[in-house]
C-alpha cells in the first residue's frame, strides 16, 4: 500500500503520454524530421512545468512523501553526457520510445516495444558494469 500512490501516478502519466500521442513512433519520426512541432512544443511544455515546479518545491521547504529533505544538488558536466547524449538520441529516433514511454507503449498492446525494454535493460546494464570505466 505504500507504493500505490506510486503506481497511481504511473498510471496517470501512461494515460496523459498515450493521449497527447507522446508514444507514437510517426510523431517522434516527425520530430526528429522537423516535420511538426507536437512534440517540441510537449517537450518544451514538461521543461517549464518541471523548471516551475522545482522552484516551487524549494521555496516552499517541501519534502518527500516519505518525510526526507529533498535534494537539489546538479552534476558537474564531463563530456561522457555528451556520447550518452547521442547514444540515447539515437535509440530514441529508431525505437519511438524513451524510458517512460516504453511502459506505455507496452500498455497500449505495442509488442514491437518489448524488444525496446530489452535492449534499454541490457544498455542499463552495460553501464552499469562499465560505469568505472567511462570518462567523468
Not at 25 to 52: D, K, N, P, T
Not at 88 to 113: L, N, S, Y
Not at 123 to 131: D, M, R, S, W
Request: with cysteine.
Amino acid at each position: 500500500m505504500k507504493n500505490f500512490v506510486y503506481v497511481l501516478f504511473g498510471l496517470l502519466f501512461g494515460f496523459v503520454i498515450t493521449k497527447a500521442e507522446v508514444i507514437s513512433w510517426f510523431r517522434i519520426q516527425s520530430m526528429f524530421r522537423f516535420e511538426e512541432w507536437h512534440m517540441y512544443l510537449v517537450i518544451g511544455s514538461a521543461v517549464a512545468v518541471g523548471a516551475l515546479s522545482v522552484q516551487l518545491l524549494k521555496r516552499s521547504g517541501a519534502r518527500s512523501l516519505a518525510g526526507e529533505e529533498l535534494d537539489y544538488k546538479g552534476k558537474t558536466f564531463h563530456k561522457g553526457f555528451i556520447y550518452g547524449g547521442v547514444i540515447f538520441g539515437i535509440g530514441w529516433a529508431v525505437t519511438g520510445a524513451c524510458p517512460g514511454p516504453i511502459f506505455a507503449q507496452i500498455g497500449a498492446g505495442e509488442t514491437p516495444a518489448l524488444a525496446t525494454l530489452a535492449g534499454a535493460l541490457v544498455g542499463a546494464y552495460l553501464y552499469h558494469a562499465n560505469k568505472s570505466r567511462l570518462p567523468h
